[in-house]
Nanobody
Framework: QVQLVESGGGLVQAGGSLRLSCAAS????????MAWYRQAPGKQRELVAG???????NYADSVKGRFTISRDNAKNTVHLQMNSLKPEDTAVYYC??????????????WGQGTQVTVSS
């Protein structure tokens, strides 16, 4: 079993910054992609940013130029630096990782979510 534990959410004023972190632990052989998703009330969960083990990165258009995703493969962690936050960034942010527990078994794991609230 694998656990993803997020930290760093909170309340911030528009224009401010927050840094989210997610640490993976448990039965880990390797981690391929790690990503951050978010879900606002009444909306579908959406991809915010993703990063592969090789460092390829993908951002949602709405966060390009404001958010930066990074990961530490040695520590099995992924971070999301969020700058110039807007009220529309308010959501529960979820960490996601595609983890191999052995060379023959891989699946998606999700964190419990962390609330980010941006006040206007």
């Amino acid at each position: 079993q694998v656990q993803l534990v997020e930290s760093g959410g909170g309340l911030v004023q528009a224009g401010g910054s927050l840094r989210l972190s997610c640490a993976a632990s448990g039965s880990i052989f390797s981690i391929n992609a790690m990503a951050w998703y978010r879900q606002a009330p009444g909306k579908q969960r959406e991809l915010v940013a993703g990063i592969t083990s090789g460092g390829s990165i993908n951002y949602a258009d709405s966060v390009k130029g404001r958010f930066t995703i990074s990961r530490d493969n040695a520590k099995n962690t992924v971070h999301l630096q969020m700058n110039s936050l807007k009220p529309e960034d308010t959501a529960v942010y979820y960490c996601n990782a595609y983890v191999s527990s052995s060379p023959w078994l891989a699946r998606d794991y999700w964190g419990q979510g962390t609330q980010v609230t941006v006040s206007s």
